[in-house]
DNA sequence: GTTGAATCGATCATAAACGAACACAATCCG
DNA sequence: CGGATTGTGTTCGTTTATGATCGATTCAAC
């Protein structure tokens, strides 16, 4: 059997019971371990399911208010790679800004496993991924609740968070380009981006590459507020240099 | 059996019953003792339940941002009561602070078709409820998440709470009594409920009959911070009086 | 209180599962 | 044809789940 129809094929038996394991694919496809474990791997990535000791279980995305509605989103997988590549910068011990948005969203997914850690959030669907892993101390900048955004903002969310200092800021922005700097379609959110970026050592930007080298209307800051550009596929070398001028590093993968 | 399942049907079984033991499942899923105890205690730390000698019991906590949650909450109906005889207080126009709890998290659906509303709360189940109905704005205090109150505790959000006055706030406690004031069972908890009760013009202490006359370890405010005690059925009527007498009215209905 | 049985949790040992790296074959494409 | 890509399997060191041991703790009966 070829590697879609087992894919198909997994899924529809992840949609019969709770729980399917390697192994069970393994006797009927007749194929390593290895493959099944690549085979559900990919699944996870793309959000079907999430991989557990020995197998995997249903993607819980329903169910949870405060997540995104993850079918209908564009880029998902964009998003989802962006985020595991941002993952790896994420230590453990660290304390790190997390901004709202859905492509900051799906970052919680790739830091559960990390320990002692200390999430500073103004996101409620950060938090609700977040909320049942010991091991991850969340704090919740408050403020007014805005519902489309369901995340925190306005003067009480911006003061408070001069009162946390992170190691590591994780934002995102609508546009960014060398010589307008960091741009937003929404002026509360770009005051809250900047805060959290000028309360932590080091700042990573996590963007898709259609927003690089693009400007929204409103500007907030230059690029050298930030350290790491994180996307999700190769950008053309004149540009990688234009920003390594900057001080800042572009990161694909 | 895999550990998955395990969990699974573990809470499945505490749904059903008040108490579960690590002996039964140790036969049903030809496992040691320590696996299940081990397992208890990962569901422990999510909050989901509370490890007793010899078992686990469930867990109080609220929230309808977890998937199995239907499980049949302890006096629901008498909270469900307290909260609809609460929301007759609340007035269009009205700011109020919302204490967390199981019992406060019930205002919420009765207080939505209210106009022009604020509300101000650490509970994030109130705020789910809360945040897709646009005639109501939402301010949450932010601060360190506690899991499995679903809530956010500590001096930054005690700090914050000071920085907000309400006309009203609806607080919950787990004992209150004429002659040792209110008592809770969680001195950060209380901390919060102090605080709020001291920014609002008029008090409202929502508890269930069981709590009145009884105390619990914390004792933190008189009964005088309260204006009016709404319960769910009759309460003696020597009560009432002393009550009345310390100027607090006590609502049946 | 005292005592004894049951339960608990820290620790160690083991087997299974995991993933990174490398190897190999099949396929694609200039 | 030859290089690149893709899918798969293998190896091997690491991680995870589990069970066993054993001293400490808890509970209940006295």
């Given amino acids: 059997m070829v590697q879609e129809n087992r894919k198909k094929y997994i899924l529809k038996a992840l949609n019969e019971r709770e729980f399917i394991s390697v192994n069970e694919f393994v006797g009927q496809f007749s194929v390593s371990p290895m493959t099944i474990r690549r085979d559900l791997s990919e699944l996870e990535d793309k959000g079907f399911l999430i991989r557990k000791y020995g197998g995997a279980v249903k993607s819980e995305a329903v169910g949870n208010m405060f997540s995104f509605n993850s079918r209908v989103e564009k880029n998902r997988e964009q998003k989802e790679k962006i985020c595991r590549t941002a993952s790896g910068f994420v230590e453990d011990g660290d304390i790190i800004f997390v901004d709202c948005g859905s492509t ?83 002026e509360k959110e770009a005051r809250i981006t900047l805060r959290m970026a000028g309360n932590a050592d080091k700042v990573f930007l996590l963007c898709d590459s259609s927003k690089i080298e693009k400007d929204s209307f409103y500007r907030f800051a230059p690029v050298s507020l930030i350290d790491v550009l994180i996307t999700e596929q190769e950008v053309d070398s004149k540009i990688i240099s234009n920003y390594k001028e900057k001080n800042i590093t572009i990161i694909t993968k």
């Fill in 104 to 186: 900051l969203f799906r970052l919680s997914r790739y830091i559960i496993k990390k320990n002692r850690l200390k999430v500073i959030t103004n996101s409620l669907p950060v938090v609700s991924e977040l909320i049942n892993y010991s091991n991850i101390k969340v704090t919740f900048i408050g403020g007014d609740i805005v519902s489309d955004r369901k995340a925190a903002y306005g003067s009480t969310a911006e003061k408070l968070i001069g009162e946390y200092h992170a190691d590591k800021a994780f934002i995102g922005i609508d546009g960014i380009s060398v010589n307008n700097g960091l741009s937003s379609y929404d």
